[in-house]
């Protein structure tokens, strides 16, 4: 686990943003080349999803495989780790982590998820806020990705099993992204109760966005 001292600090630029994301809520923003976000689980064991996008050309998304194949750190993200698309635009690099080990494989639950795993009816779901944020930006269920998962772990077993473990991140943890183009950001503050990812207690995160 990473303990990595923070590489600009929000007080030293121009806060843009401040916003608490309830439990199972979701937020998006655009963010300019150079601006900074700040990701901090408030109360600890909460997975955040996130997607990103090239402000300028939205087929220009995420890519998780790129991202593992490119970075050196393997399948988990930490400081240092650049979030690539699929056309290669380097999107973010995470500047300051204090949690390490951020997961980029077991991608966001659904409400056909839910309901396939774990027997359930229809619950909230980071699918659905997905979707709720992307309509603001005129896209839908075409433009979505394997999205990443901060501060959640996945560790993968030596026969290839993945483990939905607990996480393990403390009260006050946070992640520094620098937008490295235009971008679009979504977070969906992961509502799932059916297993450990949020030790079954979905809380809330907040997000700080700011300009050096």
Same mark, same amino acid.
């Given at each position: %686990?990473?303990? @990595?001292? +923070?590489?600009?600090?929000? *007080?030293? &630029? @121009?806060?843009?943003?401040?916003?608490?994301?309830?439990?199972? /809520?979701?937020?998006?923003? @655009?963010?300019? *080349?150079?601006?900074?976000?700040?990701? !901090?689980?408030?109360?600890?064991?909460?997975?955040?999803?996130?997607?990103?996008?090239?402000?300028?050309?939205?087929?220009?998304?995420?890519?998780?495989?790129? $991202?593992?194949?490119?970075?050196? /750190? /393997? !399948?988990? +993200? @930490?400081?240092?780790?650049?979030?690539?698309?699929?056309?290669?635009?380097? +999107?973010?690099?995470?500047?300051?982590? $204090?949690?390490?080990?951020?997961?980029? !494989? &077991?991608?966001?639950?659904?409400?056909?998820?839910? $309901?396939?795993?774990?027997?359930?009816?229809?619950?909230?779901?980071?699918?659905?806020?997905?979707?709720?944020?992307?309509?603001?930006?005129?896209?839908?269920?075409?433009?979505?990705?394997?999205?990443?998962?901060?501060? %959640?772990?996945?560790?993968?077993?030596?026969?290839?099993?993945?483990?939905?473990?607990?996480? !393990?991140?403390?009260? /006050?943890?946070?992640?520094?992204?620098?937008?490295?183009?235009? =971008?679009?950001?979504?977070?969906?503050?992961?509502?799932?109760?059916?297993?450990?990812?949020?030790?079954?207690?979905? $809380?809330?995160?907040? =997000?700080?966005?700011?300009?050096?």
């Amino acid at each position: %686990m990473s303990s @990595t001292p +923070l590489a600009v600090d929000p *007080a030293e &630029g @121009t806060l843009l943003e401040n916003t608490v994301i309830p439990a199972g /809520g979701s937020w998006s923003r @655009t963010l300019a *080349a150079g601006e900074l976000m700040r990701i !901090i689980d408030l109360e600890g064991k909460q997975a955040v999803d996130f997607l990103c996008y090239n402000a300028h050309d939205h087929a220009d998304r995420y890519a998780a495989a790129d $991202t593992m194949k490119i970075n050196s /750190g /393997g !399948i988990f +993200l @930490t400081t240092g780790t650049v979030l690539y698309s699929v056309g290669l635009t380097k +999107l973010f690099t995470i500047v300051a982590d $204090t949690c390490g080990k951020h997961d980029t !494989i &077991g991608g966001c639950c659904s409400a056909a998820l839910n $309901t396939f795993r774990y027997g359930v009816g229809y619950q909230h779901n980071c699918r659905d806020n997905f979707l709720t944020e992307l309509r603001r930006y005129g896209m839908g269920p075409n433009n979505l990705a394997a999205n990443v998962n901060f501060f %959640m772990y996945v560790p993968v077993g030596e026969n290839g099993d993945m483990d939905m473990g607990p996480s !393990i991140s403390k009260p /006050g943890d946070h992640v520094d992204l620098r937008a490295e183009h235009d =971008v679009i950001a979504v977070i969906s503050n992961c509502p799932q109760i059916n297993n450990p990812v949020n030790d079954f207690n979905p $809380t809330p995160v907040r =997000v700080l966005v700011w300009k050096p």
